[in-house]
Nanobody
Framework: QVQVVESGGGLVQPGGSLRLSCAAS????????MGWYRQAPGKQRDLVAL???????QYADSVKGRFTISMDNAKNTVSLEMNSLKPEDTAVYYC???????????????WGQGTQVTISS
């Protein structure tokens, strides 16, 4: 099995910054990509950003230029640096790990418990 744990959520004023971190551990054979998703009240869960071990990244249009995702391949961790935060960024942020677990030949999605990010004055 794999464990996915997020940290770093909290309350920040508009225009402020926040950094989220996520650590994956357990019987991980390989990771295809790690990423962050978010879900606001009454909304669906949407992709924020993802990154591959090779460094390829993808961002939602709404966060492009404000958020930066990074990954430490050796430690199986991923971070999301969030700058110029807006009230519409308020959501529960979830870490996602996609890869092969143990001897399973199929790639699976593994999720953290989520961390609350609130942008308010």
């Amino acid at each position: 099995q794999v464990q996915v744990v997020e940290s770093g959520g909290g309350l920040v004023q508009p225009g402020g910054s926040l950094r989220l971190s996520c650590a994956a551990s357990g019987n991980i054979f390989s990771i295809s990509h790690m990423g962050w998703y978010r879900q606001a009240p009454g909304k669906q869960r949407d992709l924020v950003a993802l990154i591959t071990p090779g460094g390829r990244t993808q961002y939602a249009d709404s966060v492009k230029g404000r958020f930066t995702i990074s990954m430490d391949n050796a430690k199986n961790t991923v971070s999301l640096e969030m700058n110029s935060l807006k009230p519409e960024d308020t959501a529960v942020y979830y870490c996602n790990v996609n890869g092969r677990i143990g001897s399973n030949q199929y790639k699976t999605n593994n999720w953290g418990q989520g961390t609350q990010v609130t942008i308010s004055s």
